[in-house]
């Protein structure tokens, strides 16, 4: 996800903390710093000489076949220079390592709070065309990439708007409101059947599975090539994108209040 999506999970788990789980992510990150305003860090970090190590921790590049076969397999999937599966299992062990130092936990806590949202965008758990970066596009007649759409585009129309706290803090308030009482309030449990910090590992792989299925149902069901996006292709993507946002946050607030708990 871009900036908006990341802000808007973060917005959303920040939400569904626990008292002691806001303590604990404060003590981390620092007193008066939001989840949502470092929750697109590791996307500038991964652009620095220091942090090119993370680029590949982003995504598995699931080698399936959509639209025809979708899966997620971790030992042909996950290449040795890691993925998101190995990332997000690392961190959430990195996390709560009491001999690391003050900065490597705020960098754990971080970047999980990163790729627990990027692991919900269903072409971060896909090798198809480098996770739909190689499938030209248009959007609004100005070319692009399927890859991009899905990060930034469609989800900047969806909330109304480029990065600012007001568009997030409504999008999520939106998507809170859809969990709490409308059309997510019985999938909700399903979201996170699996948040047991102690096998991070096999919970990330069901996170990337669930998100890997949508590129058969819907993401790459079509010859996305040369397609302009806004519009039948956007109006379809749009629940999809409501969902896994909110999956994400959902999810990510549920994994933090564990850790919390077992700290
Ligand atoms: N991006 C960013 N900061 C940068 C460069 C790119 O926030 N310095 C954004 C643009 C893409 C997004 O990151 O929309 C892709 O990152 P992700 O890995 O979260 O999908
Ligand atoms: N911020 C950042 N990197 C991002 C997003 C935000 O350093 N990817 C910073 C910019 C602002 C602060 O966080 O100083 C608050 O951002 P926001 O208004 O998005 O909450
Ligand atoms: N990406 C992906 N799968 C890949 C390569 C990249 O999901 N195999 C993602 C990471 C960024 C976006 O695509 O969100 C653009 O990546 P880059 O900036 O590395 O081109
Ligand atoms: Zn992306
Ligand atoms: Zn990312």
């Not at 100005?142 to 585009?153: E, F, K, P, S, V």
């Not at 600012?164 to 409308?182: E, K, P, R, W, Y």
Request: aromatic residues 10%; proline residues 2%; negative net charge.
């Amino acid at each position: 996800w871009g900036v908006v999506g990341h802000a808007t999970v973060a917005t959303i788990a920040d939400n569904y903390l626990t008292t002691e789980a806001k303590t604990y992510v404060a003590s981390m990150l620092g007193k008066d710093v939001s989840m949502a305003s470092i929750a697109s860090w590791a996307d500038d970090y991964r652009y620095t000489t220091a942090g090119k190590f993370s680029a590949p921790y982003h995504f598995i590049d699931a080698e399936d076949s959509p639209p025809t076969s979708c899966s997620v397999n971790f030992s042909r999937d996950c290449t040795t220079k890691g993925c998101s599966i190995s990332a997000i299992a690392n961190y959430t062990s990195r996390v709560q390592d009491s001999s690391l130092s003050a900065t490597d936990r705020m960098e754990a806590m971080e970047f999980l709070i990163h790729f627990l949202g990027d692991i919900t965008q269903p072409l971060h758990d896909e090798a198809e065309e480098v996770g739909g970066n190689d499938i030209s596009v248009t959007w609004d007649g100005a070319t692009t990439n399927l890859h991009a759409c899905w990060d930034t585009q469609m989800v900047e129309k969806i909330a109304g708007g480029e990065n600012s706290t007001a568009t997030v803090d409504s999008f999520a308030a939106t998507l809170i409101a859809q969990i709490d009482n409308g059309t997510y309030a019985s999938q909700k449990a399903d979201w996170v059947s699996c948040v047991d910090i102690t096998t991070a590992s096999d919970c990330a792989l069901e996170w990337a599975q669930d998100a890997n299925a949508l590129n058969c149902q819907y993401v790459l069901q079509n010859d996305e090539s040369g397609m302009e996006l806004d519009g039948t292709y956007y109006t379809g993507a749009v629940p999809y994108i409501e969902l896994q946002i909110s999956k994400g946050g959902y999810r990510l607030g549920a994994w933090l209040n564990n850790l919390a708990a077992a700290a």
